[in-house]
């Protein structure tokens, strides 16, 4: 699905249009799910806003990971299906379904998360219509997830197998031996590991949020103050974090590689939003009783959100130079065609960490890279492309 979007982003010029539409659309649908949570016009603006200046969300857009695009889909479906509650539409209900179905084509894991919130804040609010309007969802959800069977099938040879299992099995959910690629050493993944890295991914949230603690402060103060979208906003509080405590990766991202530190939280993308619906809320009602309270709250929150922001982005530079050194300098000395030999700096992977070392699919482009191995090994490979230099 977002691979789908950077392609239609190519078409448009660049795979970076997508992430722009992507930045863009992040920022009207949540003030469109903060519309359908009944809180006014006044406090979708400010949400709109409070997203915005999220340290996680503009660090994440201006990559290339897929998380932004899954939180536009659950945001909107979430959008439709209390709309479709209020308002008594099967059409809306349908769009829900549609909405939540290409959600879990994108990240099936993050979508059901995000359907049992849905679920917790519909129930509580509009328990009748759910009973009315869900078959009109289910048959949203019909068409992406008979693709997403299709699309299964058609890598793995079984529907039921997502393609994210084929590289390595053992990166998945719940406890015991796991890690991102074979050739890594196992980490054992405990109950109790699972615990620390809930507990530090939680206080990174809070860094990364809208307004940092300034900004999740004036949420919790909405959130405890008034019931406008509280069932739904503290569910998907709740439910969130738990469910990626018995996920390996949030452990992975805080403990054994640097990436929530550098990237921040990204897992945690949706707490993000969903307490930038209730800052906003809580911005607009600090502005009403003590407006200059209000314009310190908002000047403390840029604050804290540079704070965070400005050196994650200046490690981003870093690193991004890092790669175009390397890619500059093969353009110096690469005369194609070329067999071009490369270290294995993470493994004995290609596009790790330099995603532009990547083969065609039937190895016949202009330039062949190889992971580095064994003297023989390597002169053998070299032998059967004698039309090509070696690099």
């Given amino acids: 699905v977002h691979a789908a979007v950077l392609a239609a982003g190519g078409l448009a010029g660049s795979p970076r249009v997508g992430l722009a539409l992507v930045a863009a659309a992040q920022v009207v649908v949540v003030a469109w799910l903060t519309r359908e949570l009944g809180f006014d016009r006044r406090v979708a603006a400010a949400a709109a806003v409070v997203l915005a200046a999220t340290p996680l969300v503009v660090h994440l857009e201006i990559t290339f990971l897929a998380y932004g695009t899954s939180l536009v889909l659950s945001m909107a479906a979430a959008a439709a299906a209390f709309r479709a509650a209020r ?118 949230v809070v860094g990364w949020a809208g307004g940092g603690l300034v900004g999740v402060a004036l949420a919790l103060r909405q959130l405890v103050r008034h019931g406008t979208g509280r069932s739904f906003v503290v569910a998907l509080l709740v439910i969130w974090p738990l469910g990626y405590a018995v996920f390996w990766g949030s452990y992975m991202v805080a403990f054994v590689w640097d990436g929530a530190l550098f990237l921040g939280p990204y897992y945690y993308l949706p707490m993000t939003a969903v307490l930038a619906i209730a800052s906003g809320a809580g911005l607009r009602e600090l502005y009403d009783e003590r407006p200059a309270v209000a314009v310190g709250a908002v000047g403390a929150g840029l604050v804290l959100s540079m704070a965070i922001l400005g050196p994650a982005l200046a490690e981003q530079h870093d690193r991004s130079s890092q790669r175009v050194v390397v890619a500059e300098a093969l353009d110096e000395v690469v005369v194609e065609p070329a067999l071009v030999f490369v270290p294995p700096v993470y493994g004995e992977f290609l596009q790790n960490p330099w995603s532009f070392l990547r083969n065609t699919p039937d190895e016949d482009g202009e330039r062949i890279y190889v992971v580095s191995g064994s003297a023989a090994r390597d002169a053998r490979i070299a032998a059967d492309h004698p039309d090509r230099q070696v690099v």
């Fill in 87 to 204: 308002t008594g539409s099967r059409r809306w209900a349908a769009g829900a379904g549609l909405l939540w179905g290409m959600a879990f084509f994108a990240r099936p894991y993050d979508a059901v998360l995000w359907g049992a919130a849905i679920g917790v804040g519909l129930l509580v609010e509009h328990r009748a219509a759910v009973v009315r309007l869900l078959p009109a969802a289910f048959g949203g959800a019909v068409g992406p997830l008979v693709l997403l069977l299709v699309f299964n099938g058609a890598v793995t040879g079984d529907p039921l197998q997502l393609p994210f299992t084929l590289l390595e099995p053992a990166d998945r959910l719940g406890f015991g031996p796991r890690r991102a690629a074979p050739g890594d050493p196992f980490v054992d993944f405990t109950p109790a590991r699972g615990l620390s890295a809930l507990g530090r991914n939680l206080l990174l």
